[in-house]
């Protein structure tokens, strides 16, 4: 059977990093009340010279750079994003012309914070179904264009970047050992929309618009949708939490990625954890923590890592990948 299998990964970040004693005077916060409620030190943040579809273009560049390919042996780009560059046209398409692909074809996904994962389950599909043989998958967004300065609930948790991972169509056997994608699960449930939004759009209000949550109720309700789905591609796959080598979460607060992996019964030390560095970043946060778990050599071929994502919506998701 066909395998979507992981040939590359890259990332990028803006350049300016922002600590969270940079907002100490500014808003009533401080650097522990923020470490202490979210885990966050510091995010960084695009100059507005750096957009979604730059930071994009870099991280996949460094992807293709560590498949070993060009952009000529890739079909298809899939960007995750919420944070497009325009309204339209697709981010995606900006990307594909800033890399010099002439070819294929490329679309935007809007799925939040889940984006990446929905990214690479339908990246899997095209693969698996021949209408490609290499795909882009990109998580990309300057959240920071979206934030209510003012608003120290939300302001201090974002930040942007990129990440990316070169997916390609293998032979496999159809076991647990293959390499590649092994298993996947999707939800969403809009009832859940207001908890998580943003306050603007062109059909309702013609502008942008800033970030809303409903901190409390987010939390409450993610550690209990984060284990259904993982739940659900275990079942699929046939495995338990104790066959995994690397959990790698949505990099949104420490205590949600705590709780989530304490109730599937995953070993601390197999938990990548980088919202500190990076706060959260969206579609940006699972293949940015991806990429810092392979560049150390935590991630190496042939382990078992399981992605999760929650996100606005409400949607969440998992994926498991045999790397």
């Known amino acids: 059977m066909i395998r979507s299998v992981v040939r590359g990964i890259g990332s990028a970040l803006p350049r300016r990093i922002m600590r969270n004693a940079d907002f100490e005077g500014v808003l009533e916060t401080s650097d522990a009340w923020i470490v202490q409620r979210t885990g966050i030190r510091q995010r960084h943040i695009a100059a507005d010279d750096e957009t979604t579809a ?23 780009i899939v960007l995750a994003t919420s944070t497009p560059n325009h309204t339209f046209p697709a981010t995606s398409v900006e990307i594909q012309e800033r890399l010099g692909m002439r070819h294929g074809f490329a679309f935007d996904l809007q799925a939040v914070c889940s984006g990446f994962v929905y990214a690479v389950t339908t ?20 959240f920071s264009r979206l934030l209510d300065w003012s608003d120290r609930s939300t302001c201090v948790l974002f930040g942007d970047g990129a990440g990316a991972l070169v997916l390609e169509a293998a032979e496999g056997e159809g076991g647990l050992a293959d390499r590649g994608i092994l298993a996947a699960s999707l939800r969403s449930d809009g009832t859940h929309k207001m908890k998580l939004y943003v306050d603007g759009g062109p059909s309702t209000t013609q ?7 409903e901190g409390r109720e987010v939390f409450k309700h993610a550690v209990g949708m984060i284990t259904d789905v993982i739940e659900a591609t275990f079942a699929t796959a046939g495995i338990t939490a104790d066959d995994l080598d690397w959990f790698v979460p949505h990099q949104a607060n420490k205590r949600i990625i705590d709780a989530s992996a304490k109730k599937l019964g995953i070993a601390e ?23 810092v778990a392979v560049a150390d050599g ?26």
């Open 207 to 213: 502008t942008v618009g800033h970030l809303r949550m």
């Open 269 to 291: 030390e197999k938990v990548v954890v980088t919202v500190d560095l990076h706060g959260n970043t969206s579609a940006a946060s699972v293949p940015l923590a991806l990429s």
């Open 54 to 76: 730059s930071l994009g273009e870099a991280a996949a560049r460094a992807a293709l750079d560590a498949a070993g390919l060009t952009v000529d042996d890739i079909d298809l």
């Open 298 to 323: 935590r991630i190496k071929r042939g382990d078992l890592v399981l992605l999760e994502a929650m996100g606005g919506g409400f949607t969440w998701g998992a994926v498991l990948i045999r790397w």
């Open 123 to 142: 990246a899997d599909l095209y693969l698996r179904g021949g209408l490609a043989k290499r795909v882009l998958v990109i998580g990309a967004e300057t």
